[in-house]
C-alpha cells in the first residue's frame, strides 16, 4: 500500500512565494515519478510538472514553478514564486508505483490580497 501526502499549502499575497512537498510512503523501492497538478474552482484537473525516478523534471508553467526531489527527505517539492491570484486552487501530487496510480486528498492554495 502506497499513501501519498501533500503539505504546504495556505494563503498568499499576489507576488509572494509557496513550497508544497509531496511524500509518498508505503511499498516503494527507489524513487517513484512523480507529478504535481492543480484544480482551481469550476476548473479541469491540469498538470504542472512532474519529475521521473531518474529524477529528470519538467516543468510547465516556466519561470515561477519548479520541481525538485529532496533524497534526505523523500519528498518532490513544488517551489511557485510570482504567485498569481490566477494560481489558487487545489494542488494534488500524483506518485506512479508500479505502474500504478496513487494520488493524494490535494493542499489549498489561495492567492489573495
Known amino acids: 500500500q502506497v499513501r501519498v501526502v501533500e503539505s504546504g499549502g495556505g494563503m498568499v499575497q499576489p507576488g509572494g512565494s509557496l513550497r508544497l512537498s509531496c511524500t509518498a510512503s508505503g511499498s516503494i523501492f527507489g524513487f517513484p515519478a512523480v507529478g504535481w497538478y492543480r484544480q482551481a474552482p469550476g476548473k479541469e484537473r491540469e498538470l504542472i510538472g512532474g519529475?521521473?525516478?531518474?529524477?529528470s523534471s519538467k516543468e510547465i508553467v516556466k519561470g515561477r514553478f519548479t520541481i525538485s526531489r529532496d533524497v534526505d527527505k523523500n519528498t518532490v517539492n513544488l517551489q511557485m514564486s510570482k504567485l498569481e491570484p490566477g494560481d489558487t486552487a487545489v494542488y494534488y501530487c500524483?506518485?506512479?508505483?508500479?505502474?500504478?496510480?496513487?494520488w493524494g486528498e490535494g493542499t489549498q492554495v489561495t492567492v489573495s490580497s
Open positions: 519529475i521521473g525516478s531518474d529524477s
Open positions: 500524483r506518485a506512479i508505483v508500479s505502474g500504478v496510480d496513487y
